[in-house]
């Protein structure tokens, strides 16, 4: 039996920047952040929430998935997690896939998902209040996916094919709030599909009332993200027209992200 019982947990989506959000959980006492790309939004956070920082779990090296780990470690001691293969801000535990990193208590699974950038990692625990979580970084948006910075689309089909794997009822937690000018590309993409329709009108009575989109699930994902779906004969045949040429999986996959690049 485990001595300590990760119940309870809130998640929170603190926004900053443009559109991203630094996820934070906590158990009323302690707290994990998730890339904080600036630090005063999630001090602000510990402060009104009493809150005391134990660990930061970082997904790949961009500056606004970083930039306020060091000002973090400085103010609360708190045990900085990343990718092994990236440079962030020094002295970190360096992680590769099939790594764990324990923090409030859950044991989060190492995924390498490279693609958006090479050594990009993400974070999965199967049972946090008794569902599935997971942090993705910019690797799987609801709706869409990263851009391919540093890796391949070979690489990024593999990275979402790894994710897309997890339990439906995983919450999926993605790095920025990018769901409803992702949907509008989805719904050219396929513009049958009748949950991604439904998902669009939810989403856009969210966003009106300035509330976030995310967590996803893995589930809804599977049905509505095309970058999910890309095997599918409507979204093979839309990407084909396109690109006529692609004739197996990754060259669909590689014409779906290009589309999306010039999408306007
Ligand atoms: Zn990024
Ligand atoms: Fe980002």
């Given amino acids: 039996m485990a001595f300590y019982n990760p119940r309870f947990m809130e998640l929170i989506a603190l926004p900053a920047f443009e559109d991203n959000y ?35 779990l970082v997904t790949h090296h961009h500056g606004d998935h970083t930039g306020g780990v060091a000002a973090l470690r400085e103010a609360t001691g708190a045990r900085v997690f990343g990718p092994a293969r990236e440079r962030i ?6 992680l590769t896939g099939g790594d764990r990193a324990l ?13 958006h950038t090479a050594g990009h990692i993400a974070y999965f625990a199967d049972d946090v209040d ?4 997971l942090f993705c970084g910019d690797t799987l948006f609801s709706g869409g996916c990263g851009r391919l910075f ?21 919450r999926v937690c993605c790095a920025h709030e990018y769901t409803l000018s992702n949907l509008r590309f989805a719904r050219v993409v396929e513009p049958a599909n009748a949950a991604l329709a ?26 509505i993200n095309p970058f999910l779906r890309s095997r599918e004969a409507a979204v093979a045949q839309a990407a084909r027209v396109r690109a006529p040429a692609a004739n197996d999986d990754v060259a669909v996959f590689a014409a779906l992200r290009q589309w999306k690049n010039e999408f306007k």
């Fill in 22 to 56: 630094l996820w934070l959980l906590h158990d009323g006492t302690q707290a994990l952040v998730v890339d904080p790309g600036a630090a005063p939004p999630v001090a602000d956070a510990l402060r009104r929430l009493g809150l005391r920082l134990a660990a930061i």
């Fill in 89 to 94: 801000p020094e002295p970190f535990t360096p």
């Fill in 103 to 115: 923090a409030l208590g859950i044991a989060f699974r190492v995924i390498d998902v490279p693609g």
């Fill in 130 to 133: 008794g569902a599935p979580l």
């Fill in 150 to 170: 540093e890796g391949t689309p070979a690489q990024m089909l593999a990275s979402l094919d790894a994710l897309a794997a997890l339990p439906a009822s995983t």
């Fill in 198 to 223: 439904g998902h669009e009108r939810q989403c856009q009575g969210l966003r009106a009332q300035g509330l976030p989109t995310l967590p996803s699930s893995v589930g809804l994902e599977r049905a």
